[in-house]
């Protein structure tokens, strides 16, 4: 038996007889003494071990970026931006890095091009873009005092067309969407909004990322939805609903994001996207409350609550469902009784305070309306909540419009109070399809006013 004082002679002997081995990338390293390196497939490393190219995101790193006139990269310091304006005059340095400035002043915004990269450009770029509008991909920094950005390759500079107005081109920052005394809100499962990217403290793994084309009739349907105030179901996370809305909803002015992480193990959160500023925002996740059955639970989702505050109007509250689904049978419909009836309890201490209490209650309920969950939460006597659907005939009410399931187990409910300011005749269901919208569930609609 080898002394314990030997170990280390010994295997530097023969780590120098067979020579070292590493993995790298999946493949296995063998470095001799004659410093030359050979790489071979590991023997233990099958073809499905090797980790392959990610596929490229549904919404690229260029959709989130804001477009802003040169004038304002001061406010802009530190972000990636596309930069548009006038090259006012050009310079080039003794060391080769050349210069695009904007404005009358030499350095009152500069691109700059160091001389590695001017080497990409198919003539000197001092030349090519002198007094021409052109649109620059950086990030922007100070330099002396002054703002810049870095053109890293030739092709985060373009000219545009003499007639381009600013107007033309996009921007990824929500627009002020100016609201009146009667608000839009709306409800809309959007059947697994995912990204690409494994969370590793959510079973995530089997959802698909939602393709770029069913992004794509989503965006479209949201944006046909025209709703002040859009509250979703079945959201990953926030970061990826906060990018879904800059590049694809930027247009409808939805300045406030509200997702807060709910409990489902999968990762479908419920959120808001409001037009109006935002107050409070309330989670009951962590609630412990018996289901049907007496046995403790939790909201499987969240019960959301957030605060809406119309600068000019009276605020109201949001609430933000989605009930536990049909699958599971018996022990389902326990869990999503004792959920209903949580909601009501929660609900009714708000009444009973302040009965002029103004709230609308929506998503998805996983039920229809004469289930006893549903029964439970829409309550009776005068604290009972409001429904409207009747406005929309028997034929027309489908909101899960997958068959052979096609059902209404998505509404918009409201308190006595606010259902005093409902717009008669609002409500309505927008009927589609995942091949026509995104989503297996219809939005639903409903104004009210808030003055």
Aim: net charge negative; hydrophobic share 35%; with cysteine.
């Amino acid at each position: 038996m080898l002394q314990k004082e030997l170990y280390p002679s010994v295997l530097l002997c023969l780590l120098l007889a067979v020579g070292c081995r590493e993995h790298v990338d999946g493949r296995e390293t063998l470095v001799d003494g004659s410093d030359q390196v050979v790489t071979t497939q590991s023997e233990d490393k099958s073809d499905s071990d090797i980790v392959k190219p990610a596929d490229p995101p549904a919404i690229s790193s260029n959709e989130l970026l804001p477009t802003i006139r040169w004038q304002d990269a001061p406010f802009h310091i530190g972000e990636k931006v596309f930069l548009v304006g006038q090259v006012a005059n050009t310079g080039k340095s003794s060391s080769g890095h050349r210069f695009l400035n904007f404005g009358r002043r030499r350095n009152d915004v500069t691109g700059f091009i160091g001389r590695d990269v001017a080497e990409q450009f198919s003539a000197p770029p001092e030349e090519i873009f002198k007094g021409k509008n052109v649109r620059i991909r950086g990030e922007l920094y100070r330099y002396r005092g002054k703002p810049n950005v870095r053109i890293e390759k030739s092709a985060d500079v373009v000219v545009l067309p003499d007639d381009t107005s600013f107007s033309d081109l996009t921007t990824k920052e929500p627009v002020v969407r100016e609201v009146g005394t009667v608000v839009k809100i709306c409800t809309l499962n959007v059947l697994n909004l995912f990204d690409s990217i494994d969370n590793p403290y959510r079973k995530d793994e089997d959802t698909n990322a939602k393709l770029r084309e069913d992004l794509d009739l989503l965006a479209k349907s949201i944006h046909d939805l025209d709703a002040d105030v859009l509250v979703l179901q079945e959201v990953e996370n926030r970061g990826y609903l906060n990018d879904f809305n800059r590049a694809l909803l930027s247009g409808l002015g939805y300045q406030h994001v509200v997702l807060t992480e709910g409990n489902d193990k999968r990762g479908i959160d419920v959120a808001v996207l409001s037009r109006l500023p935002v107050g409070p925002v309330t989670s009951h996740r962590h609630l412990t409350f018996p289901d049907a059955n007496g046995e403790p639970m939790h909201f499987r989702r969240d019960f959301l609550q957030v605060r809406i505050e119309p600068e000019k109007g009276k605020p109201f509250d949001i609430f933000a469902v989605h009930l536990k689904s049909k699958y599971g049978g018996e022990a389902g419909d326990a869990t999503r009784l004792g959920e209903a009836r949580m909601i009501r309890k929660l609900l009714d201490r708000l009444i009973t305070k302040d009965p002029q209490r103004r709230f609308v209650l929506c998503g998805d309920f996983n039920d229809t309306i004469e289930s006893p969950s549903m029964k439970a939460i829409v309550g009776a006597g005068g604290g009972a909540l409001k429904t409207f659907f009747d406005e929309v005939p028997p034929a027309k009410r489908i909101t899960y419009n997958l068959e052979p399931y096609q059902s209404m187990i998505d509404f918009i409910l409201a308190s006595p109070a606010m259902a005093s300011q409902y717009v008669k005749g609002s409500y309505k269901i927008f009927s589609g399809s995942p091949s026509e919208t995104g989503s297996d569930h219809n939005a639903v609609v409903a104004r009210f006013r808030i003055d």
